[in-house]
Nanobody, 113 residues
Framework: QVQLMESGGGLVQPGGSLRLSCAASGFFFRGYTMSWHRQAPGNQRELVASITSGNITNYADSVKGRFTISRDNVKNTVYLQMNSLKPEDTAVYYC???????WGQGTQVTVSS
């Protein structure tokens, strides 16, 4: 049973930080590229960051320098560390395994005063 489960979302003030977690199960986690995506109401779902099995990372221009994607292959977990958060970062954040198009259920991130 291939499954991804996000956690760590919540309400944070502009300029604040949040760390999202995505727990993976049911597959050989270490061998797969993983990614984070987000979708705000009325917007397209967009790629935020990705990380390969070899720890090569890629970021959307809008988050580069502020967000960091990482993985723990022992815990079978991928993380998204979000710093210097802006209201424009408000969205539902989804974890994804691109191979097989596997999505998590999403976690809400709200950046507001």
């Amino acid at each position: 049973q291939v499954q991804l489960m996000e956690s760590g979302g919540g309400l944070v003030q502009p300029g604040g930080s949040l760390r999202l977690s995505c727990a993976a199960s049911g597959f050989f986690f270490r061998g797969y590229t993983m990614s984070w995506h987000r979708q705000a109401p009325g917007n397209q779902r967009e790629l935020v960051a990705s990380i390969t099995s070899g720890n090569i990372t890629n970021y959307a221009d809008s988050v580069k320098g502020r967000f960091t994607i990482s993985r723990d292959n022992v815990k079978n977990t991928v993380y998204l560390q979000m710093n210097s958060l802006k209201p424009e970062d408000t969205a539902v954040y989804y974890c994804k395994r691109p191979a097989g198009i596997i999505w998590g259920q999403g976690t809400q991130v709200t950046v507001s005063s």
